[in-house]
């Protein structure tokens, strides 16, 4: 049972709320004006939150769609975050040098965020891409949230627009209840089942990821790869080379829409913040990363295997369905 949940006045009555409070149980119910009054205080621990969590619910007022700097990918496109945080704890995680607080937020006010993102698809008439799966995963709490429930219906309406739900979990109950459509891709992190084991606390087994992605492609989804973060300093180029074998030839490649390779990196100010909220963080104390152009970042020599990677990858895939993270 969670300790406490807080609410926002605006939204303590809404529908979402009812269906929220029905799941988690807490000890405390307490109203608040506005959710960074609790969620962005200084001083908090991220790492004694994450043991002991709390809620929010709240209604997000600004910036409910965020331009995706052209410099870090080839696709026009916006993120959006209808959840801050996560219930998994990747040692990776930027999140915890993002955010004061790991305690998750749920923005229940899904229709001004339709708005914003009709908004944007009213502006032009190429494609435009819209990630979920910045500030929390996509999927795992579904259960809870029921966005993919009111999303994927309402990406099916814009002729324009793309939906990436990004996740790492293997939860299919909710998505096989929702009509897929083409304008939606579930999109699976995939990474060698000794770096999930080592990195990826909580998360669901490379099997179970697998067996979802078959089950979501034989009902009509289009599936995203996505090997982000290579971790090369405790994986194998061998590892990863089987782990691509094993992904790309587990369903048709006509259901395959995309594969995308990321570096592990992260900003120089996250990473400071995470080393120093976590010093048992070995993956984070690594000597082969150093700060390079204000990211924390491989050496050449693991560059090397990535593009070499990638150049593998491309024997596989389609080169046109490939992307490389910057
Ligand atoms: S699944 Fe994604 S959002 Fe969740 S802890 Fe891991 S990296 Fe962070």
Known sequence: MAKTIFIENNVFEHFRTKKILNIIKARNIIRINHYG??????????????DSLNYIIAAKKNNLVIPIPPSTTSVKGFYFSHMYNCIYDCDYCFLQGHFNS???????NYEDFGKA????????????????????????????TGFAEYFVPFFSKLQNCMLEIRTKSSRTTELLKIKPNSNVVCAFSLNPQNLIDLFEKGTPNLSSRIQSIKLLSENGWKIGLRFDPLILTEASKEDYLELFELA???????????????????????????VKNDMQNRLLLDNRYSYK?????????????????????????PQSSIFLSE
Request: hydrophobic fraction near 35%; aromatic fraction near 10%.
């Open 102 to 108: 790991a305690y998750h937020v749920y923005f229940i």
């Open 248 to 274: 790309v030839n587990c369903i048709p490649k006509s259901n395959i829409h995309s594969v995308s390779l990321g570096s592990l990196r992260l900003s120089e100010s996250h990473h400071k913040k995470m």
């Open 293 to 317: 152009e204000k990211l924390w970042q491989p050496d050449h020599k693991i560059r090397d295997v990535e593009t070499q990677l990638s150049e593998h990858l491309k024997k596989l895939i």
């Open 37 to 50: 009054e609790i969620f962005n205080r200084n001083k908090q621990n991220f790492r004694i939150q994450k």
């Open 117 to 144: 993102i009709s908004n944007e698809s009213m502006k032009t008439k190429t494609k435009i891409w819209f990630f979920s799966g910045y500030d929390c995963d996509s999927l795992a709490s579904e259960k809870i």
